[in-house]
């Protein structure tokens, strides 16, 4: 299983990006799949996830709520996430995970830099 994320990039505050995961086999294989963001200095933290139904959920913090949009596209095997009003806080390495229960194991793609700068 591979996982390539892609759409990182310098953008300035309040501007948006969105972000593409895109997995080697098709995504329903996954019963979750997320995106994690890891800024300097800091713990990687979970963002965003989306499950085999479709439902969607976000980090329990307010720094992304309303600004983060979790989706995917089945026939493209890909997942994305739609970051609007970006914040110079929200500069972060940000990597795409698939679970699978049942072959009891994570995968993770490289990380795509964004960067939140004027």
């Known amino acids: 299983v591979q996982l390539q994320a892609s759409g990182g990039g310098l953008v300035q505050p309040g501007g948006s990006l969105r972000l593409s995961c895109a997995a080697s086999?098709?995504?329903?294989?996954?019963?979750?799949m997320s995106w994690y963001r890891q800024a300097p200095g800091r713990q990687r933290e979970l963002v965003a996830t989306v499950t085999k139904s479709g439902y969607t959920n976000y980090a329990d913090s307010d720094s992304v709520k309303g600004r983060f949009t979790i989706s995917r596209d089945i026939a493209k095997n890909t997942v994305y996430l739609q970051m609007n009003s970006l914040k110079p806080e929200d500069t972060a390495v940000y990597s795409c995970?698939?679970?699978?229960?049942?072959?009891?194991?994570?995968?993770w793609g490289q990380g795509t830099l964004v960067t939140v700068s004027s």
């Open positions: 086999g098709s995504i329903l294989g996954f019963d979750i």
């Open positions: 995970n698939a679970y699978s229960s049942r072959a009891r194991a994570n995968y």
